[in-house]
């Protein structure tokens, strides 16, 4: 049985290793939409669009080349984690998708077939625009754009778009109310189509056009029908953006995909329970919001406000299945090897997901499978039979859904920085030769997969609250996200030549590389420890702002949770400065479980929690724990609670003060002492308050280092029983859990 709301809250997964900050968008969904989620359906029809290769594009123009993977990230999501029958899924890629065809599968493949109470998805990845109903060029409606899509003139200013309106009301026209549309295009061009390392999907457009007439008298048709009695309301829409902001797609290790459409497919994989949707949702929103001020982000738009019953409709899809981390595609060689599609797990970690990883069958029958090689989202796997288990073999089936048991990364992962392309070639040169000294940092240039940028703070820049930069700032050197968001503290003087200017950055580059690493751990979503993770404020007024529990460990047991879940319209929580929080861990396992807190603040810079002796624990006597460890059954606060007698309430806590901007903290509990990290911490930290203990790191990456070794060791008992051998990091999903929490200082 899944969890419900109440057990499990919220995870804030990382789907990006970038930094840049942003004000994303999200759903707000009532109670009653949450409960239609585990509602029964019947047949369940889909209509995928995707399209990178446009044939009619301008010279300036950048082709896109992450649509079509995101049909296959639908695809594989509706049919492996949902239940569709792939003959029900019908999909336009590239010259197939037409306007004319468009319109014509959706009236054959959806509106003829679909029945009362059927579930029915549209989707589209391309460009999106904005078109003119008529001659006036004052009608103007967003619109997304087909394949044989007309680039309108003065002379001829017909478009051969598809009008988003004519979508919705053909989706309206359906005899269910069980129909969404997801749109991962944009309709406002920025003027650029690239902005840092991310493709923007609007279509660049000398002028307004105007709309054919036959998509204008489809319009009119439809407007009409709409406008009789007892018609079903507009349907919402899933879309990443309003009509002012972007939608963009981003490479990753071996492919290119929509940040959007991967955000929240990769979320829906995750989601065990039809209640869990709007914490999936919220998932998605905190996974992308960390790209940058003017990224993608996703919304759920309903054209009727006033409805209360807020139909996202992914409601329907929800059927109490397991969650997964991917699924079998296909069983080679007499079951000898197997192919899986991973597109649960986060793209940062699976950059670097490295052979001999294991995954495990759902539900976890022998074998398991262990990886070979990987080429983007699809990894080819053997049959690794268990000595314990021998004779116990079932084969795995096609759509049958995987899980990560044992993760292996690489010992040897560095950053990535790009240079950026408006820097001249002597600054390129010279920037190179400089990065190349740095260890552990490597260049590249263009659009390649990296990290962070490198170049001039330009007009028009913006810091992390999206306000621009003031003009004195402008020409001087910098370090930026992949969306082009400035990151704190790195912007140099205007005299600043580039090699000093990368020699000032390597302190920077050093805790980044530190962040990189402690975020290829975060595993919330496949744990198995019974742990609980609770942020709260204690001043100026007590209140459960976000609590997270590995969904995982708790599948066939009460998790006793708060319902609480104080998450602005971003999926972040904005807390103001001078405001104290508290984080509670709880143990719900029966041994002790040892805890390290580390965040990244506003400032660039690591800081970490180091608790004392007496006031670790609450509850029994825990005088031969460490003070980095909780009982079986018990809570720790961090910081503690003093003696409340003599204490006020608004003189403890985690005061927060300092730079605006988000701040990340990562709370990471193992069965085994963090003996490795402890000796890195030990004369590496700075207090920086009185009161607390609290430090800043000076050397985060050794630490980070010290914590996947530490979780290695954790892990050999599982890893060996599993039959791994390797020189790699090999983590035991067992063994240990790992919190993100993401707040905004303001």
């Given amino acids: 049985m899944g969890l419900n709301r109440r057990k499990f809250l919220q995870r804030s997964g990382w789907l990006l290793a970038a930094l840049g900050i942003s004000e994303a968008l999200l759903w707000q969904m009532s109670d009653r939409y949450a409960q239609a989620l585990a509602q029964p359906t019947r047949r369940k029809l889909a209509l995928l669009v995707g399209i990178n290769q446009y044939p009619n594009l301008e010279a300036q123009s950048t082709p896109l080349r992450g649509c079509v993977t995101d049909l296959e990230m639908q695809r594989e999501l509706l049919i492996s984690r949902f239940g569709f029958v792939p003959s029900d899924i019908l999909s336009l890629t590239d010259s197939l998708a037409t306007r004319q065809n468009i319109e014509a599968a959706f009236n054959s493949h959806l509106r003829e077939q679909a029945k009362a109470g059927d579930v029915v998805v549209f989707h589209f990845s391309g460009f999106g625009s904005r078109i003119s109903l008529d001659a006036s060029l004052e009608q103007v409606q967003n619109s997304l754009v087909p394949v044989d899509d007309l680039l309108p003139t003065e002379s001829a200013p017909i478009a051969n778009d598809l009008l988003e309106e004519t ?422 396992s029966d041994l002790p479980l040892y805890f390290m807190v580390f965040s990244l603040d506003s400032r660039g810079e690591t800081i970490a929690f180091n608790p004392p002796l007496a006031e670790t624990a609450v509850g029994e006597d825990t005088a031969s724990l460490s003070p980095f460890a909780i009982a079986p059954g018990e809570s720790i606060y961090i910081p503690p609670i003093p003696n409340l007698v003599t204490t006020a309430t608004n003189t403890f806590g985690w005061l927060i003060h300092g730079s605006l901007g988000l701040v990340e903290t990562q709370i990471v509990l193992s069965q085994a002492p963090f003996t490795n990290t402890l000796a890195a911490l030990e004369g590496g930290m700075q207090k920086i308050r009185d009161t607390l203990p609290i430090r800043v790191l000076l050397n985060p990456l050794k630490v980070a280092k010290g914590v996947l070794q530490d979780l290695h060791i954790a892990s050999i008992p599982g890893v060996q029983e599993a039959g791994v051998t390797t020189e790699d990091f090999a983590l035991d999903v067992n063994n240990w859990a790992t919190f993100s929490f993401v707040y905004r200082v303001i």
């Fill in 167 to 588: 979508l919705l009301l053909l989706l309206q026209s359906l005899p269910t109310d069980n129909a969404i549309a997801i749109l991962d295009a944009s309709y406002v061009y920025p003027g650029t189509d690239l902005i840092g390392n991310l493709r923007i999907r609007s279509r660049y457009r000398p002028t307004f056009g105007q709309i054919s007439n036959e998509e204008l008298v489809l319009l009119k048709e439809l407007r009409t029908i709409a406008a009789t009695p007892n018609f079903i309301k507009l349907p919402p829409k899933i879309t990443t953006a309003k009509p002012y902001q972007l939608a963009a797609e981003l490479g990753w290790n071996g492919f290119s995909a929509g940040v959007f459409t991967y955000a929240l497919t990769q979320s829906l994989w995750q989601t065990t329970d039809a209640a869990n949707l709007q914490i999936s949702f919220s998932q998605a929103a905190s996974a992308i919001s960390k790209l940058t001020p003017s990224a993608p982000f996703p919304q759920l738009q309903n054209q009727n406000s006033k409805d209360e019953k807020l139909i996202g409709n992914f409601s329907s899809l929800i059927s109490n299945t397991p969650a997964g981390d991917g699924a079998v595609i296909a069983v080679e060689e007499g079951g000898k090897n197997v192919q899986l599609w991973l597109g649960g797990l986060p793209g940062n970690i699976l950059n670097f997901y490295g052979v001999n990883s294991v995954f495990s069958l759902v539900p976890e029958i022998t074998p398991r499978l262990q990886v070979r090689s990987r080429n983007g989202l699809v990894a080819k796997t053997q049959i690794r039979e268990l000595a314990s288990t021998i004779g116990e073999f079932v084969a795995p089936q096609v759509g049958q859904l995987v899980r990560e048991r044992i993760r292996v990364l690489p010992r040897n992962i560095g950053l990535i920085v790009a240079l950026d392309s408006q820097l001249e070639r002597i600054e390129r040169v010279d920037a190179t030769s400089a990065f190349t000294a740095i260890p552990q940092v490597s260049v590249v240039t263009g659009e390649e997969l990296a990290d962070y940028r490198f170049g001039r703070v330009l007009e028009g820049a913006t810091q992390r609250q999206n306000t621009p930069l003031p003009s004195l700032y402008q020409d001087r050197y910098g370090l930026f996200s992949v969306g082009q968001s400035l990151i704190p503290n790195t912007i140099g003087n205007g005299e600043e030549a580039v090699k000093a200017a990368v020699q000032r950055l390597a302190p920077q580059l050093n805790t980044l590389l530190a962040a990189k690493l402690l975020r290829l751990i975060a595993n919330v979503g496949s744990s198995l420890l019974k742990v609980r993770a609770t942020l709260g404020t204690i001043a100026p007024q007590v209140e459960v702002l976000i609590e997270q529990v590995p969904q995982r460990a708790f599948e066939n047991t009460e998790a006793d949770i708060s319902d609480s879940l104080n998450l602005n319209a971003d999926g972040i929580v904005d807390l103001p400065v001078g405001t104290r929080i508290q984080y509670k861990l709880y143990n719900g």
